[in-house]
Every structure is written in structure tokens, then in C-alpha cells.
């Protein structure tokens, strides 16, 4: 991913799609040198122009490849060129999309997030999901039953490899704002209309997710059961009027038991439920299961649920 490394110090930061570079403590980028400019550059990356490097009328002026940027201008960034603030000099190692990602200790082995979800050490076994929280504006890794804040270039030990974080700044949601409002415009957890469950004979499961009133089929996984048991859960302590912070929460041990699995196994399905809805464009996917870690406790993100058994 698209990161900047310093020439002689052990240093590195990864680009997110829009940086603001400065000594000011409300930059994206801070550089703690006082021939820096507040707010001394912008970095941003669009599908159609790339990188692009602009300067904000610093006092001691931004070069790319020693060639002085005029304010104003929008200069294109190319992989392996360096940038210089004031007298502070960077080298763009990769200009590919923003995005997370993490390298495994020395080797040139990387996971690229899909939909804002990283797994580690890999898809089919993912022990870690790594995920942005907009609330916070942190990145959040997942680790069995605990959740914890990780920071861009952390080194996370998952068995025994390391990898290598490259995490890109979170917008937080307080600063993901429009006219119309972000939650109208886009299909995230946040705005669908409901979880359709279709029950069959033998526990057979059919998922739809209706969003503005039309159907989106999800394919059949085997992490339905476990989807469905957390609805029957939810709907049971709604018809009971629990309050909505207490509702649908169920202890990993009763789910276990109720689907004859184990904790590692439920984590997968965990991990590889918020996978198929990222996969289907639903943001905050992340957010379709929540967890307890206190109490080992789990449940539905949503609570626009219902149940049909045939």
C-alpha cells in the first residue's frame, strides 16, 4: 500500500485516500519540525487521477524529486519519487490504492483488506479480523473472543508469526457528513431494511437482506445457522419487551451447544458472516455481529429481523 518512508530514520506511514501534512496536532501526517508549515501539504488518491500532492502555501515550501511545488498546483506521485517538506525528506513506497494491509514479518507475503476487512493469517482460517470503527476513528483488531485498538505499522503477533500492519487513517463518522446525510445515500448495516429468514425442514436456510424495499439474495453458508439462532434470540427477548441494549445477547457456550460446534469454529462463522455481507457492499459489516468480551457474549448488529418457517 501506498506508504512513506523516511530516508534514514525507522519510520513509516501509511497514506490513507486523503492526508494532510503539517506540524499542526489535527494533521493527518504531523511532522514535529518547526520548519514545517501547520498545515504544510495534502495528499489525496481518486480512482481517476492517482496520488496527487498538493501544497497549501507553506513558508518553507514542498519539492517532489527537488522540483519546488507552486501553491496551487496538483503535482502526480509516482512510486519511488520523493517528497520533501521543508527540510523533512519522505520516499512514497508504492502508489497503489489506500487501503489496509499486512505483511508477514520479512517475507514478501501481504493480505490486502477486502471491504475494509482484514483476516489473518488468511481467509479460510482466519484467527484476527482487523476493521475501522468510524465511531472512534480507530482500527479495531478481533482476536478471539477480545477486541483491542492497533495502530498503522504495529507489529501483531497472530501464533507465531508477526505481521506487519499497514493501516490507513479512519475518517470518523463525525467528519463523514453531507447534505443529504451518509446513512440515506448508501446501503450499510445501518439503513437496511431487514433480515428475511426462511426456515426449511431440517434447519435449511434461506437469508435475504431487503434494502428500499427490494430483495438481495445471500447465498447459502453454513454460518446461517448461527445467524438465524442470534435472530431467534433477538425476536424472543423483543417479544418479551427486554430493553433494546439488553436484547439478543447470548453467551458463545449456548451457542456452541445450541449449534453442536466450538469456539474457535464459532468465531469462524463470525469472521466469514461480516465477510459475505462486506462482499455484498453493506457497509459497516463489521458491525453485523457485536461482542460482549467481558462476558463472552454475541449478537446481531440488527435488530429489523424476521422469521418464516415452512
Known amino acids: 500500500?501506498?506508504?512513506?518512508?523516511?530516508?534514514?530514520?525507522?519510520?513509516?506511514?501509511?497514506l490513507g485516500s486523503r492526508t494532510l501534512v503539517g506540524r499542526a496536532t489535527h494533521c493527518t501526517f504531523q511532522i514535529k519540525n518547526r520548519l514545517v508549515s501547520g498545515e504544510h501539504a495534502l495528499l489525496?488518491?481518486?480512482?481517476?487521477?492517482?496520488?496527487r500532492l498538493r501544497d497549501l502555501g507553506s513558508r518553507n515550501g514542498t519539492f517532489v524529486d527537488g522540483q519546488p511545488v507552486r501553491p496551487g498546483d496538483r503535482i502526480k506521485l509516482t512510486a519511488g519519487c520523493e517528497l520533501t517538506f521543508a527540510d523533512e525528506r519522505w520516499?512514497?513506497?508504492?502508489?497503489s490504492p489506500p487501503n489496509a494491509s499486512a505483511r508477514l514479518g520479512k517475507t514478501?507475503?501481504?493480505?490486502?483488506?477486502?471491504?475494509?476487512?482484514?483476516?489473518?493469517?488468511?481467509d479460510e482460517a482466519p484467527r484476527v479480523m482487523i476493521f475501522p470503527d468510524q465511531k472512534s476513528g480507530q482500527w479495531i483488531a478481533e482476536i478471539d473472543d477480545a477486541q483491542r485498538t492497533v495502530v498503522d505499522q504495529e507489529a501483531l503477533t497472530v501464533g507465531d508469526q508477526v505481521w506487519h500492519l499497514g493501516l490507513p487513517p479512519v475518517v470518523p463518522s463525525s467528519e463523514?457528513?453531507?447534505?443529504?446525510?451518509?446513512?440515506?445515500?448508501?446501503?450499510?448495516?445501518?439503513?437496511?431494511?431487514?433480515?428475511?429468514?426462511?426456515?426449511?425442514?431440517?434447519?435449511s436456510v434461506d437469508l435475504t437482506v431487503w434494502?428500499?424495499?427490494?430483495?438481495?439474495?445471500?447465498?447459502?453458508?453454513?454460518?446461517?445457522?448461527?445467524?438465524?439462532?442470534l435472530a431467534r434470540t433477538m425476536l424472543a427477548d423483543m417479544r418479551k419487551d427486554v430493553p433494546r441494549p439488553e436484547q439478543g445477547w447470548c453467551s458463545v457456550d449456548d451457542l456452541c451447544a445450541a449449534l453442536d460446534s466450538?469456539?474457535?469454529?464459532?468465531?469462524?462463522?463470525?469472521?466469514?458472516?461480516?465477510?459475505?455481507?462486506?462482499a455484498l457492499g453493506v457497509g459497516g459489516a463489521a458491525r453485523l455481529i457485536e461482542r460482549r468480551a467481558t462476558s463472552r457474549q454475541v449478537r446481531l448488529g440488527i435488530d429489523r429481523v424476521e422469521l418464516q418457517e415452512l
Open 1 to 14: 500500500m501506498a506508504t512513506l518512508v523516511h530516508p534514514i530514520l525507522p519510520r513509516r506511514f501509511t
Open 44 to 51: 489525496t488518491w481518486s480512482d481517476d487521477d492517482g496520488w
Open 91 to 95: 520516499h512514497l513506497v508504492d502508489d
Open 108 to 122: 514478501e507475503t501481504l493480505r490486502v483488506a477486502a471491504d475494509q476487512l482484514l483476516f489473518l493469517p488468511d
Open 176 to 203: 463523514m457528513t453531507s447534505t443529504l446525510g451518509m446513512d440515506e445515500l448508501t446501503l450499510s448495516l445501518s439503513t437496511l431494511d431487514r433480515l428475511h429468514f426462511v426456515v426449511r425442514e431440517g434447519e
Open 211 to 229: 434494502y428500499r424495499q427490494r430483495p438481495i439474495t445471500v447465498e447459502q453458508r453454513e454460518h446461517h445457522r448461527m445467524l438465524l439462532h
Open 262 to 278: 466450538d469456539p474457535a469454529r464459532i468465531n469462524s462463522h463470525i469472521f466469514r458472516a461480516r465477510r459475505q455481507f462486506a
